[in-house]
């Protein structure tokens, strides 16, 4: 039972194009939700939250987008640069210290 | 500051063998958690712990035991390797104490189980 899903397994765009990562969840009780990135032979490493009581978040060139009702975020990356390439995992939380991880999202950067 | 340091970095077993992964970190945080992370099913947790002194199952608990050694060293052990636990194990570590802050990986244990 996957209560955090990334259904694409890769994506691919152009470089100064934007990118869009989409997530979906099931558990209503989630009310934090993370992006990592993870380069190849590397831990992943944090790159941007927002908690249930906000739909946007937005850091320099990376925004996520939270529609709770329809149980579903998103990670905008714009301008797309070759560095972005890498995988993308989103997380959730319900309020304990565990987070639950998605399947990961490979992106491509093409000159 | 090294942040979250694994040892080792690669590791091969035979089945029915066992091994001791080591997880240390300098951040001064509160919980330490182990993952492992298979093609296709991104990063499930094995166990965590919440504080020092406390440790609790995770998604995949199974065949693994954990030491929260003290508030900077967490080990995870296995103690009869089987070719199902081949895969990349992470340690991560965040300040605790609420909701789940964001949490610092260290580099990862990839391991095969023959």
């Known amino acids: 039972d996957q209560q955090v899903k990334q259904n694409s397994p890769s994506l691919s765009v152009q470089e100064g194009r934007i990118s869009i990562l989409n997530c979906d969840y099931t558990?209503?009780?989630?009310?934090?939700f993370l992006w990592y990135k993870k380069y190849p032979a590397e831990g992943p490493t944090f790159l941007i939250s927002?908690?249930?009581?906000?739909d946007k978040n937005e850091d320099g060139r990376f925004t996520v987008f939270l529609n709770k009702s329809a149980k579903h975020l998103s990670l905008h990356i714009v301008p797309s640069q070759p560095g972005d390439s890498a995988v993308y995992f989103c997380?959730?939380?319900?309020?304990?210290?565990?987070?639950?991880f998605g399947q990961g999202t490979r992106l491509t950067i093409n000159p | 500051n090294a942040g979250v340091t694994q040892t080792p970095k690669f590791q091969v077993l035979k089945t029915g063998q066992s091994m001791t992964l080591q997880c240390a970190q300098d951040?001064?945080?509160?919980?330490m958690y182990w993952y492992r992370q298979d093609p296709g099913m991104g990063l499930r947790l094995i166990y965590y712990?919440?504080?020092?002194?406390?440790?609790d199952k995770g998604e995949v608990p199974n065949g693994y035991n954990v030491s929260r050694l003290n508030k900077r060293e967490f080990s995870l052990r296995l103690e009869s390797a089987a070719p199902s636990q081949t895969s990349v194990y992470f340690c991560?570590?965040?300040?605790?104490?609420?909701?789940?802050?964001?949490?610092?990986f260290g580099p990862g244990t990839r391991l095969t189980v023959t």
């Open positions: 991560a570590s965040s300040e605790g104490g609420g909701p789940a802050y964001e949490q610092y």
């Open positions: 558990n209503s009780m989630f009310d934090y």
């Open positions: 927002i908690s249930s009581i906000k």
């Open positions: 997380a959730a939380s319900g309020g304990a210290q565990k987070l639950v």
């Open positions: 951040m001064n945080h509160n919980s």
């Open positions: 712990s919440a504080s020092e002194g406390t440790t």
